[in-house]
């Protein structure tokens, strides 16, 4: 059984079938032409795991401080921000410092204990993982 196709019909199929398979071509080589890695990794973006009662937001304000934020940029071992060049390795371990430094907003309660900053160097995501511990907290009662 055959299908009846008239003759333009067939063209025109047969030129969107090269018009796709040229595109496609067209992207493969684009991406294997593209820049490799030299051009450095920007930061994507902070994720934070394991708080309950500190936000999110004051954690990563403060981890941004450190100059892991959005417009900073990684060339292999150096973090550039906007300002200065640092070390990564320095730049994690103060991102560790600011984030164990995050207070309960209103108070200046710092229940987090120990914080794990980690930047993965292909994507540029940051990952803090954050671990809240009320008992090492010393709270004064200031009324009498």
Request: hydrophobic residues 45%; proline residues 3%; glycine residues 6%.
């Amino acid at each position: 059984m055959f299908i009846k196709i008239r003759r333009d019909t067939l063209i025109i199929l047969l030129l969107a079938f090269m018009l796709i398979l040229c595109g496609r071509l067209i992207t493969y080589v684009a991406y294997a032409s593209s820049a490799e890695v030299s051009d450095g990794v920007p930061i994507s973006g902070i994720i934070v795991k394991g708080n309950d009662i500190v936000p999110i937001d004051t954690i990563r304000a403060n981890v941004m401080q450190s100059g892991l934020r959005d417009g900073s940029v990684i060339y292999g071992d150096i973090l550039q921000t906007s300002i200065r060049e640092v070390s990564l390795l320095d730049a994690i371990e103060t991102a560790q410092d600011m984030a164990e430094r995050s207070t309960v907003p209103g108070t200046s309660v710092q229940p987090i204990s120990a914080a794990d900053v980690q930047v993965d160097k292909n994507t540029g995501i940051v990952t803090v993982t954050v671990i809240e511990d009320f008992s090492t907290v010393e709270m004064e009662n200031s009324t009498k």
